[in-house]
């Protein structure tokens, strides 16, 4: 069976390719938080590219080593764009990262949000209500019947979403990851648990659409689950970093953001995690 | 009458009851400075949604505290919209913050401003031509026949806007604020006048667009009036501390958003401020 | 023929001519990078306004004293705006800047962006591979048959896009830029060398979307070569100063925004620079 020191291995292996090859991905995302979004990208070593058109998202999706699809402030084209560009992903087997956020909230947001179960996003992340609001969209075990999503926040806890995460995973045949005080991370057979991050990271806007973001970079270079781990392992520990020498809520996104490009592969596979088998 | 320690008690009972109950206040605001203004509700304890879409915006404008209508840089969907939102809003009496920037300016924005006069905006906050041209547009003492609006700034003073002020604040049966050197709050039987501030204020876009969506988030907890003078007295408060430890205009955002997050109720309500009858 | 020496004067009066005057420029821009755009022509001085319909661009285009135009995250709305508000400013002889980011990716942006050659951008600033490619696709010397753009990135380098950047000077009859390690602006007779920067530039999102923002604020005020020239120098030497500051890319860009607004006529007049006939 897979163990700690392997992982690690492979999470070096996420963030020196990442660094070397400066890999394009394509993102459809909110307009909330794309310009954080694109710097936590480049950051890390990643090239960002957004767009909201069908024909344009569909060029990227080819030449891009995974997309982005995030579910926030959804405008009229996405009606066409999304569908479309996440059943070319499908058939194309290129890697791309769905964030579910607020599902529930829509009669569009809920027709995509279903659309997507049978093009099988590669990496899932949310949190806890999310991941069981989409597990229960999906007919899936540990879903939750009435969504209990809070416009962007959540009201559910990490474990709580343990079932709908391996549900999700195992359906998807790629990795789910919930956020909350501490991260989980599944391919349906084994949990990570990642530690670290800060109490600041609820009081920036984007941190989960950031996130999202570096997942799809790693995802160019490695397994869903190694790439969405990965991720996880460098934000919390740019966020502990960070926290250590912010004075509030904007200079700890500055900070963060520095310690993103700052970290070096040695450390985030260092950053503690445990794993157990599901 | 209203005495200032009145005033103050309650402007502790804004900031208080906000850190305490994080209340949702869902936005429809401009590109330019949706993020500014996520964060600037954030750092003062609240929780953002932003959202384009009709149905959307009415799930929010019903489960939040309170909403949040930007009028710059409209899209095409914001002809369904914006209308119906503030529908929802008036008939459901559900406090809602109108940013008329650029009033004056194009045929969907003219037409949507106008349709606002029945739905009655529990506090307008804008620049002194902005709320000069919106009582013009709606025909109330005080206003001026042509817009002298130019882009997002203006070209008039607090003073000159007092009569379209105190006037709108009548109509609507809430309150008006108006934004310059010092601030004018008003709900149409007594004025407020804010001091504080920084001049980089006008060196980084969106200070107004992130005021007011730091209104809609006390306008959960307190009367539109304290609403807006608690909202106006922590940028006052914030702009002073962060422009003293600023280098330029990024520095100072950064500076700013760390001031709000760190200012306690007690500084909050201490900020000067004076009152007068109308 | 032009010397050093008078050059240098002409960005003195350009730069003092915007600090003086607040140029209102009006753009239709990527909702990726616009706060940094809108924030950066205020650091220089000028006031920012931002639209996507296609009445309030002509209003503004009509209004203001420059447009800018940029080609990212196309909306389906920017088919009747594009071309409407281009049109317009060719007619009313106004100077705008066209950043033709992406070129080569989809059909509305390649559709667009040949209509544009009718209209002639006063300025035109991209990296090596989209002066290339929107050469190419007007037909011009220099220019690419097939787009070697690579999401917005360069694969080329700017020598290899001279030829190309001449032509299209002397087509429009304007100026043309093209950022690099070494950035080259010409006006189609004589050709200048901008130096500095710095390699964060490549890390943060937005430094050229920002630039040609500040490139229509320099265009209110002086000819299309001199505003290219200056933009280009304001941003190499805040970018030269703002790197011996920064511990990473968020960092690097609140000083960068902070260096644009401290650097004085006399030393953007001074930063480095060569020139050549062509």
Redesign the interface.
């Known amino acids: 069976m897979i163990n700690k020191k392997d992982i690690q291995n492979r999470i070096i292996l996420a963030v020196e390719t990442v660094k070397r090859t400066n890999p394009?991905v394509?993102s459809i995302t909110?307009?909330?938080?794309?310009?954080?979004v694109?710097?936590a990208q480049?950051?890390v070593g990643g090239?960002?590219?957004?767009?909201?058109?069908p024909?344009?998202s569909e060029?990227?999706a080819k030449?891009?080593g995974a997309t982005y699809i995030n579910m926030?402030?959804?405008?009229?084209?996405y009606e066409q764009t999304l569908p479309h560009v996440a059943k070319v992903l499908y058939e194309a087997k290129k890697p791309w990262v769905l964030d579910p956020v607020?599902v529930g909230?829509?009669?569009?947001?809920t027709r995509l949000l279903r659309q997507f179960k049978e093009y099988k996003p590669t990496v899932i992340r949310g949190n806890a209500s999310e991941i069981m609001a989409l597990a229960g969209l999906w007919g899936l075990d540990g879903g939750a019947e009435v969504s209990r999503v809070?416009?962007?926040?959540t009201t559910d806890s990490v474990n709580d979403a343990k079932a709908a995460a391996v549900a999700l995973a195992r359906w998807t045949g790629g990795a789910v990851a919930v956020s909350g005080i501490i991260d989980l991370i599944t391919d349906g057979s084994i949990i990570a648990f990642s530690f670290g991050g800060s109490h600041f990271m609820?009081?920036?806007?984007?941190a989960g659409c950031a996130l999202n973001g570096v997942i799809a970079v790693y995802a160019t270079a490695v397994s869903p689950f190694i790439a969405a781990l990965t991720a996880v392992a460098v934000f919390n520990l740019a966020g502990s970093r960070a926290e250590k020498k912010?004075?509030?809520?904007?200079?700890y996104?500055?900070?963060?953001?520095?310690?993103?490009?700052?970290a070096s592969a040695l450390d985030i596979a260092g950053n503690p995690f445990e794993i157990e088998e599901v």
């Not at 926030?72 to 084209?77: D, H, I, N, R, S």
């Open positions: 394009m394509g909110n307009t909330v938080t794309i310009n954080f694109a710097n480049l950051a090239s960002a590219a957004m767009v909201y058109l024909d344009e060029l990227l030449a891009g926030g402030t959804l405008l009229p084209v607020a909230i829509g009669s569009l947001r809070r416009g962007v926040d609820q009081k920036i806007t984007g912010a004075e509030g809520p904007a200079s996104q500055v900070q963060f953001i520095d310690e993103l490009y700052k």
